[in-house]
């Protein structure tokens, strides 16, 4: 469904308008981070007088992940926040010192916003999830409860370790790797077996494990909110038909620790099972550049890295280069601004990059 | 026209995948085909109700099933087959081109290779014979009965025959061909730039009134080949030394790898060797070069030097020719690399001292040449001064041999296993030491080529016995 070019520019005015409130959040002694105030001493420039729209946010520098792993957590609490004590939620880490988000409310607003896009015939009100994935320190973990509480009801957890999972591919302990799959998938199967759940959050490897284990449908499963890893065409279409017999709920999504979420479009004929993402603009934005020249925007339909922007009053990460590639699709349904498709490891075409289980 | 496009075959439903893999032809690069890729999932998910599949095999006698596979085999070898899922239709010519196309093979050679394949379709009763040492086969019908005057029942060991082809040669196709008739489904991961044959036998055996779900087709990855193998009960794997090394101790697989067929003359003989050039110039060259039942060592007691010399001189000339060409006697390499990598490797080796390239002054240029926008490799003969020589027991996807000296007494200590040994003696005793090796698959013993199959014995493993097993049993009247 094509988006009228009003509610494109309302888009872009809310954005311009959210962009410049955060921007000055962040960069004002009385709100603001240690870290921003800090970075804008040292700048040429001051972002809270002279970022007036989002296409401003090209003046800063891509963010630098190793700020997120190196500096201690506190110098990104804004003093807007003082006193609340924070989450602190990680991604990375397989080796080395993982990379931490602190956070206080933003992954509730994100997926009490997610929520209200779920089907209740697909994810029925008052009924139990399970979470078969990665939990421990991630942010998905609350998430999902959060989610699941939204919606009425608690959520079951089996946990999985990515940063394990990993090591043990690139070690190419390869049966390892699947005993500990098993492992975790059997754990599911247990669950389904003897509670009723209705939901399930799983990663697209995961959900194909549990279905040659068990008929989902069967076991009560009528939605499947999936993520994690690469969904290419082919692989979607393989889990609807296949694996969710074309009868259980699908609802795939993008989304990271540093973002938050970014909902999918329904499928329609002529997607041919390719997912377009949306991010929850304006809270974060999504950008497929040219990876050569990465102030250059792609054209739609077209190959190129995404970048990330996140706008929160609990975080501000301008034009953090994710490690992802996709393609730039244009708005579409309900989101008046960019998205993403067939998201997946930057440089996958030329190497062969380890994602695992997750 | 649109492209043909060729899709897997579930339970011998068409099924188009999202994912496609383009066939491209060798010399001019032009999309010829393209071909759905599966996951493993999709696989695993099929497997599941593999029985279904031999349901359908089991409602035939084997009589009836040997008659539809001679009807396969005419099909095969003259008939218009469905080619893929949009309406294309492939005549026997057009295999012939389009094979030749992708694979580099000369148009003689898939016509030699697909007389073989004819061959074993419309002699099905042989094979089989050969295979069972003559079990009447209505006891494979009824799971019982008696012969010899003895009670004999056999027993399927698995529901599916799992394949994972090479793209060498398409002969290796009439590998699997018993197993219909034998009423095992058959689960096939195509060779990368080979789905031609099996594609096409499928369809000549629907043609001829087999049932289309005794066929499973799956144009798939690495994982993809792995859960066929692993899943399947019984299954073929061809490959390279490391593959044979890895499913050496399986049951369940067997493995073609590497052949390392030999011609060995005994000490009786050695003096005739000019009247064996030829025959061993054939065991060498034959069909490119490119079986495992090529020869690729001649192991003699003397004349090495000479022996060498005569089959450089033979071997040396023969030059590429067009792919249409009667004459043509070498294969195209599809993979360029592979070609690159072959000879990169003769190369390397031949730096170690004790070995000479007899090949290279016959032929007046390098190995890897290029012809009418194809990539070649031209016959290689190496002479080795010890079978210890890197060059002396290996083999590579072309006419390629060495030729050493070992006193025949010794030759059985070093020639490692054989999947072909072509011995020229009449020496009794060396005779009872060739029959008593292990490490001989197949014995020729006279000067019979490497390449000569005989259809009433099994060759490469007894595909009966791989997928029966016999029981004791017991009936009473009561």
């Known amino acids: ?305 995404v970048e990330l922007t996140t706008l929160t009053r609990e975080f501000f990460m301008p034009r953090f280069l994710e490690r992802d590639e996709a393609i730039r699709k244009a708005p579409r349904n309900q989101y008046a601004w960019d998205g993403v498709a067939e998201v997946r490891p930057f440089g996958a075409m030329e190497k062969n990059i380890v994602e695992g289980v997750y | 026209m649109t492209l043909p496009h060729i899709p897997a075959l579930r339970r011998g439903r068409a099924y188009e995948s999202l994912d496609k893999a383009q066939l491209l032809d060798h010399k001019t690069g032009k999309v010829l085909t393209e071909i759905s890729q599966v996951n493993a999932g999709i696989i695993r998910k099929d497997l599941a109700r593999v029985s279904e599949s031999r349901a359908a095999l089991k409602k035939f006698t084997t009589e009836q099933l040997i008659e539809i596979a001679a009807k396969a085999g005419e099909f095969f070898l003259n008939g218009s087959l469905p080619l893929g899922d949009k309406g294309h239709m492939q005549s026997a010519q057009e295999y012939v081109e389009t094979l030749s196309s992708t694979s580099g093979l000369p148009h003689i050679m898939v016509r030699r290779n697909m007389s073989k394949i004819h061959h074993a379709l419309t002699n099905m009763r042989t094979v089989l014979n050969g295979l069972t040492r003559g079990l009447d086969l209505e006891i494979l019908d009824k799971g019982f009965g008696k012969q010899f005057g003895t009670p004999i029942s056999y027993y399927p060991t698995t529901q599916a025959l799992g394949l994972v082809m090479p793209s060498n040669s398409p002969a290796v196709n009439s590998l699997w061909l018993a197993a219909i008739v034998l009423k095992t489904p058959v689960i096939i991961k195509p060779g990368k730039e080979e789905p031609w044959t099996p594609y096409r036998l499928i369809q000549a055996f629907i043609a001829a009134g087999c049932p289309a779900e005794a066929f499973g087709f799956y144009p798939t990855d690495h994982e993809g080949a792995g859960e066929i193998l692993k899943s399947c009960g019984r299954a073929l794997i061809f490959g390279d030394k490391a593959t044979t090394d890895r499913y050496a101790n399986n049951p369940a697989i067997q493995v073609h790898g590497p052949g390392y067929s030999k011609v060995l003359i005994g000490d009786d003989q050695i003096d005739r060797w000019p009247e064996y050039i030829d025959m061993i110039a054939g065991s060498i060259a034959d069909n490119g070069g490119r079986s495992c039942i090529n020869a690729s060592a001649v192991v003699v007691p003397k004349f090495g030097r000479e022996i060498a010399e005569a089959l450089g001189k033979k071997l040396g000339p023969v030059a590429p020719l067009a792919a249409t060409d009667e004459n043509a006697r070498l294969s195209g390499f599809a993979n360029v690399k592979m070609a690159e990598y072959i000879d990169n490797a003769i190369e390397q080796d031949l730096k170690t001292s004790g070995a000479t390239d007899v090949t290279a002054a016959h032929r007046g240029g390098s190995r890897k040449v290029e012809y009418e926008g194809g990539v070649y490799l031209r016959p290689t003969v190496i002479h080795c001064d010890t079978f210890a020589h890197p060059l002396a027991n290996r083999e590579f996807l072309c006419p390629y041999a060495s030729v050493v000296e070992v006193p025949q007494n010794q030759m059985l200590d070093k020639i490692g296993p054989s999947l072909v040994v072509t011995a020229i003696t009449k020496d009794p005793k060396f005779t009872d030491a060739l029959l008593d090796s292990p490490l001989i698959e197949r014995l020729n013993i006279g000067p019979i080529s490497t390449m000569k199959i005989s259809w009433d014995q099994p060759h490469e493993g007894n595909m009966f016995e791989f997928l029966y097993k016999r029981r004791s049993i017991e009936r009473s009247d009561f």
């Open chain 1, 1 to 305: 469904m094509n988006v009228e070019a009003s509610a494109i520019k309302a888009a872009q005015d809310n954005l311009d308008a959210h962009t410049r409130e955060i921007v000055q959040w962040h960069f004002s002694p009385e709100t603001g981070s240690p870290f921003w105030l800090d970075w804008a001493k040292k700048a040429s420039w001051d972002p809270a007088k002279e970022v007036n729209t989002f296409n401003d946010i090209l003046r800063f520098p891509h963010f630098q992940d190793e700020w997120l792993r190196d500096l201690p957590n506190e110098i990104w609490a804004p003093k807007a926040f003082k006193g609340r004590p924070f989450n602190i939620f990680e991604t990375g880490g397989t080796t080395g010192m993982p990379k931490q988000r602190i956070g206080w409310d933003d992954y509730k607003v994100d997926y009490s916003e997610f929520s209200d896009k779920l089907k209740d015939e697909e994810f029925p009100r008052n009924s139990y999830w399970l979470m078969m994935g990665p939990t421990g320190p991630r942010r998905l973990r609350l998430a999902i409860e959060h989610l699941a509480n939204v919606r009425g009801c608690s959520c079951y957890f089996i946990d999985l370790d990515p940063r394990w999972v990993k090591k043990l591919i690139s070690g190419k302990q390869f049966e390892q790797a699947k005993a500990y799959m098993d492992h975790v998938v059997d754990q599911s199967v247990t669950i389904l077996k003897n509670r009723k759940v209705s939901a399930l959050f799983t990663t697209p490897k995961l959900l194909e494990a549990l279905g040659e284990k068990i008929n989902l449908w069967d076991a009560g499963i009528r939605g499947v909110f999936c993520g994690g890893t690469t969904m290419l065409p082919q692989y979607v279409r393989f889990l609807i038909e296949e694996v969710l017999e074309n009868r259980i709920g699908f609802q795939p999504t993008y989304g990271n620790t540093l973002m938050g979420l970014a909902a999918s479009v329904p499928l329609t004929p002529e997607d041919k099972f390719s997912i377009s993402y949306y991010p929850p603009q304006p809270r974060a934005v999504l950008r497929v550049v040219d990876p050569n020249n990465t102030s250059v925007l792609k054209n739609y339909d077209e190959w190129g890295r």
